[in-house]
T-cell receptor
Framework: NAGVTQTPKFQVLKTGQSMTLQCAQDMNHNSMYWYRQDPGMGLRLIYYSASEGTTDKGEVPNGYNVSRLNKREFSLRLESAAPSQTSVYFC????????????FGPGTRLLVL | AQKITQTQPGMFVQEKEAVTLDCTYDTSDPSYGLFWYKQPSSGEMIFLIYQGSYDQQNATEGRYSLNFQKARKSANLVISASQLGDSAMYFCAMREPHNTDKLIFGTGTRLQVFP
């Protein structure tokens, strides 16, 4: 049981380049999330998807787009990367039930030069 | 707006001793959930313990317990009998289910366990 998987694990981009971070879960969860983690800031929600076909902005959505491709997959796209987007990106999924935790992927370390 | 505050950027504890990591929260919603996660140096987020706002008893999971003081809006994590492997970042998080099920995270506390 793979849980939540993310690709790639590491990426270096030049300013202005685009890329897509991929996330997949095999737990049949309805909800999926993208967070970024910066030193001293904890995790901040970028976008989330409460169900297949729906997406909503989180706390820090600027510069990002998302696609909920199907129930399993939720991708995060940087159209024109900026150094301020250097961060560790986590994907998570959950049932949405109040007492249920979210399950996190291993993270993607992104460096924008 | 909801908010999570962790005021201890770093804590030290000797092996086998207990340690308390502080977390306070702010919400106007009567229904909410509180979570603690561990993030070791390898980077993954590991769920530790959950406390619901209507739960009558403090949550416990093995060596982890949550000291939930609703009137003071605090949800401190207590780790008993610390082990070297407990050295990690610890994050407190809150969910307000009536406002979607987004998690709001604190800034974390780095715990160092020494022999």
């Amino acid at each position: 049981n793979a849980g939540v998987t993310q690709t790639p694990k590491f990426q270096v981009l030049k300013t202005g380049q685009s890329m897509t971070l991929q996330c997949a879960q095999d737990m049949n969860h309805n909800s999926m999330y993208w967070y970024r983690q910066d030193p001293g800031m904890g995790l901040r929600l970028i976008y989330y998807s409460a169900s297949e076909g729906t997406t909503d902005k989180g706390e820090v959505p600027n510069g990002y787009n998302v696609s909920r491709l199907n129930k399993r997959e939720f991708s995060l796209r940087l159209e024109s990367a900026a150094p301020s987007q250097t961060s560790v990106y986590f994907c998570a999924s959950g049932t949405g039930a109040r007492q249920e935790t979210q399950y996190f992927g291993p993270g993607t370390r992104l460096l924008v030069l | 707006a909801q908010k999570i505050t962790q005021t201890q950027p770093g804590m030290f504890v000797q092996e086998k001793e207990a340690v308390t990591l502080d977390c306070t929260y702010d919400t106007s919603d009567p229904s909410y959930g509180l979570f603690w996660y561990k993030q070791p140096s390898s980077g993954e987020m590991i769920f530790l313990i959950y406390q619901g706002s209507y739960d009558q008893q403090n949550a416990t999971e093995g060596r982890y317990s949550l000291n939930f003081q609703k009137a003071r809006k605090s949800a401190n994590l207590v780790i008993s009998a610390s082990q070297l492997g407990d050295s990690a970042m610890y994050f407190c998080a809150m969910r307000e289910p009536h406002n979607t099920d987004k998690l709001i995270f604190g800034t974390g506390t780095r715990l160092q366990v020494f022999p």
